[in-house]
Nanobody, 115 residues
Framework: QVQLVESGGGLVQAGGSLRLSCVVS????????VAWYRRPPGKERDLVAS???????EYAPSVKGRFTISRDNAKNTVFLLMDSLNPDDTAVYYC?????????WGQGTQVTVVS
């Protein structure tokens, strides 16, 4: 069974930083991609960043250069370091991975950026 648990969200002022963590319980974690998504208030959930097993990464244009995704396979954890935050980054952030049984999501962590 695949489980994901996010943490690290909170309230931050514009220009500040936060680091989100996602602990993934799955066998063979190092062999799979993990992604971060976010759902702003009243909007759809969109992809923020992803990291593959070979450590290659992709970012949404709106966060490229400000956010950094990384992974620690020894701890089954994926991180999202968010710098230069602005109010448009306010959202519930979810991590995601895919298995043969489908998409798996965590419960989400709220990030609120105030100006």
């Amino acid at each position: 069974q695949v489980q994901l648990v996010e943490s690290g969200g909170g309230l931050v002022q514009a220009g500040g930083s936060l680091r989100l963590s996602c602990v993934v319980s799955r066998r063979g974690f190092s062999n799979y991609s993990v992604a971060w998504y976010r759902r702003p208030p009243g909007k759809e959930r969109d992809l923020v960043a992803s990291i593959r097993a070979d450590y290659t990464t992709e970012y949404a244009p709106s966060v490229k250069g400000r956010f950094t995704i990384s992974r620690d396979n020894a701890k089954n954890t994926v991180f999202l370091l968010m710098d230069s935050l602005n109010p448009d980054d306010t959202a519930v952030y979810y991590c995601n991975t895919v298995s043969r049984s489908g998409f798996h999501w965590g419960q989400g962590t709220q990030v609120t950026v105030v100006s």
